[in-house]
């Protein structure tokens, strides 16, 4: 089992520092957009970046999850060359369209929609965007099924470096304000979609295959209900916020949201790009029973990660803010933490759903989301009127909490995994520990403040194995691997 942990966790570092160098771009961007752009502008482009994500998802119809379901199918060149070729012509075919449509008909929709920001050229920018971008979703899966991690990173790096490099003059140097970040990503995007078409250009033929277009649509089509229904849970605030709010106030809480994402997105994203072949991978190769521990060993590991990631997010949410923002956003501060726990549920619900798409049984996602979308909504409409960001921020929380209890136990109904629940509920005890304890930290000056914290954060591995949360295999194995590490030092000095 250590083997198969051991790949998994090398291919996740891999996409991990992927993430890290991706996301470093933002790590420099948003405090010079931040600073350089006013709080209505860059409230714009918050508003713009949930529709470009919601077009993405439509545009791109499922086609990574069938890809990288449908291809361990079988090992032959020819079906996999028919796959991907299909899933090229169906994904082009029907985004073009889409697109089409969009610009001729969708302007009076999005200005009932969103009151201040217009439909052109903010939105036709954001449509040929996408447009361009959707195949690449084929070339990105493809590294995936493949192990090629590398490549994949690779690739998603010099992306968003050209996305940065494009983006920063025109918003500093040429004062270009939401329209910058917006023509940068359509010019990056439109060039590295040769780059990628190249990378996939071995897996591709003039073929299409209609019963393999059935039967992916069938596959892929039921998580577009489930994507869409994740964007609202991450989204609607913002959309509604702009309705009773200005866009200074959208802007706060695009900040409080990032800066609560950031840890997950550049870490917890990259694990889960790595589960779900990995998951794949493992039921094929393995007995039932064998694999079903394998998973519930992860789901373990898994939590006990993302715990850790929520806990420095909540920590450290005032510094975080005042890294990536300004004092423009301090407001930001008061709701970090609420979404931080709301990023923990959000994460923690995709451990147990791998078993729907491992089943193909994606259809049982879709009430979980549907319920969970009302609840975002019906909160979002109680408490954005009077309480704002606040409202917003606890609204997401409710709703992603509420998803990830359904979807434990409508996952345990459709396969049964034995996750160990007592050493997930010692984790759960330390980070609640931890988080009353930051109530304790001294206020008096920044320094002595931040040490406490620190000192908190490392307190997390030291109450897992005072609690008794590590398993003596596990332990067995850390100092099997220090020994070995000490060794291999000696030896080379």
């Given at each position: 089992m250590y083997a198969r942990i051991k790949t998994l966790f090398n291919e996740s570092f891999v996409y991990s520092v992927g993430k890290i160098l991706g996301r470093s771009f933002s790590v420099v961007t948003m405090p010079i957009f931040t600073r350089a752009m006013s709080v209505s502008e860059y409230g714009i482009l918050s508003l713009l970046r949930p529709f470009q994500e919601l077009l993405r998802i439509f545009f791109e119809m499922g086609a990574s999850a069938s890809a990288a379901r449908f291809y361990y199918d079988?090992?032959?060149?020819?079906?996999?060359?028919?796959?991907?070729?299909?899933l090229f012509f169906l994904i082009f075919g029907s985004s073009l369209l889409i697109s089409v449509l969009l610009l001729l008909f969708a302007e009076p929709l999005w200005r009932a929609l969103v009151k201040d920001v217009p439909f052109s050229p903010y939105v036709v920018l954001v449509i040929f965007s996408a447009l361009v971008t959707a195949p690449a979703v084929l070339t990105r899966t493809l590294f995936r099924v493949q192990g090629e991690a590398r490549r994949f990173v690779k690739l998603d790096f010099l992306y968003t470096l050209s996305i940065a490099m494009l983006a920063i003059p025109a918003v500093v140097i040429f004062d270009m304000g939401a329209l910058g970040p917006l023509l940068?990503?359509?010019?990056?995007?439109?060039?590295?979609?040769?780059?990628?078409?190249?990378?996939?250009?071995?897996?591709?033929?003039?073929?299409?295959?209609?019963?393999?277009?059935?039967?992916?649509?069938?596959?892929?089509?039921?998580?577009?209900?489930?994507?869409?229904?994740?964007?609202?849970?991450?989204?609607?605030?913002?959309?509604?916020?702009?309705?009773?709010?200005?866009?200074?106030?959208?802007?706060?809480?695009?900040?409080?949201?990032?800066?609560?994402?950031?840890?997950?997105?550049?870490?917890?994203?990259?694990?889960?790009?790595?589960?779900?072949?990995?998951?794949?991978?493992?039921?094929?190769?393995?007995?039932?029973?064998?694999?079903?521990?394998?998973?519930?060993?992860?789901?373990?590991?898994?939590?006990?990660?993302?715990?850790?990631?929520?806990?420095?997010?909540g920590l450290l949410g005032k510094e975080l803010i005042w890294i990536f923002a300004s004092s423009k956003y301090a407001d930001a501060e008061s709701i970090v933490t609420v979404l931080a726990i709301s990023a923990i549920?959000?994460?923690?619900?995709?451990?147990?759903?791998?078993?729907?798409?491992?089943?193909?049984?994606?259809?049982?996602?879709?009430?979980?989301?549907?319920?969970?979308?009302?609840?975002?909504?019906?909160?979002?409409?109680l408490l954005i009127p009077e309480h704002g960001a606040v409202g917003a921020a606890w609204a997401n929380l409710i709703a992603f909490g509420g998803r990830s209890v359904l979807g434990l136990i409508l996952a345990q109904r459709v396969h049964y995994i034995a996750y160990d629940y007592k050493r997930i509920g010692k984790a759960f005890a330390v980070f609640m520990a931890l988080m009353l304890a930051r109530y304790l930290i001294p206020a008096e000056s920044a320094v002595p403040e931040l040490i406490f914290k620190l000192a908190l954060l490392a307190m997390y591995p030291t109450l897992l194995y005072a609690s008794g949360f590590f398993e003596e295999r596990e332990l067995r194995r850390a100092r099997e691997l220090f020994r070995e590490q000490v060794v291999r030092r000696v030896m080379r000095s």
């Open positions: 079988s090992d032959a060149i020819d079906y996999r060359t028919r796959l991907f070729s299909t940068s990503t359509l010019i990056a995007s439109t060039i590295f979609f040769f780059v990628y078409l190249r990378h996939l250009r071995l897996h591709l033929a003039f073929r299409f295959s209609r019963s393999l277009a059935k039967q992916m649509l069938a596959f892929g089509l039921p998580e577009i209900p489930v994507r869409v229904g994740n964007w609202m849970l991450k989204s609607i605030g913002q959309v509604m916020l702009q309705h009773y709010w200005s866009l200074a106030t959208v802007a706060v809480f695009s900040v409080a949201f990032a800066v609560a994402n950031i840890l997950f997105e550049l870490v917890i994203n990259a694990v889960h790009w790595a589960i779900q072949p990995f998951y794949y991978q493992v039921a094929k190769e393995e007995t039932q029973d064998k694999s079903d521990e394998i998973f519930a060993y992860v789901g373990t590991l898994n939590t006990t990660i993302i715990l850790f990631f929520g806990l420095c997010t549920f959000q994460f923690l619900f995709f451990i147990p759903s791998r078993v729907f798409y491992l089943e193909k049984k994606m259809l049982y996602l879709t009430p979980l989301l549907l319920f969970a979308v009302v609840i975002n909504i019906g909160c979002n409409l």
